[in-house]
């Protein structure tokens, strides 16, 4: 069982950034990739990034490619979304998540444990 709490979220004008961090429990976190998403109410869920369980591939949604860095630290259990040059339309609930399985995926159905989820809020 993983249990994930996201962190970092609050409300920055546009232009600036914020870090997102995902703390998680349980002996398998450094097993397998963590998924960084998000959700607009009345919106379908989207992907923004995934980080290997190594830290050593990475794949990015183009909407936020050059802006957002996932990363991770299997020592403390954490992983990261740097978010810079934030946009009004990244305002929304970012969430962190995991699964058990192989590899990086983007598909939200293989992920078994999420967060909470962090509001993130950017003013014009």
């Known amino acids: 069982q993983v249990q994930l709490v996201e962190s970092g979220g609050g409300l920055v004008q546009a232009g600036g950034s914020l870090r997102l961090s995902c703390a998680a429990s349980?002996?398998?976190?450094?097993?397998?990739?963590i998924g960084w998403f998000r959700q607009v109410p009345g919106k379908v869920r989207e992907f923004l990034a995934v980080v290997s369980w190594s830290g050593g591939s990475t794949v990015y949604v183009d909407s936020v490619k050059g802006r957002f860095t996932i990363s991770r630290d299997n020592a403390k259990n954490t992983a990261y979304l740097q978010m810079n040059s934030l946009k009004p339309e990244d305002t929304a609930i970012y969430y962190c998540a995991t699964g058990l399985f192989d590899g990086i995926t983007m598909d939200s159905s293989f992920y078994n444990y999420w967060g909470q989820g962090t509001q993130v809020t950017v003013s014009s």
């Open positions: 349980g002996r398998t976190f450094s097993s397998y990739a």
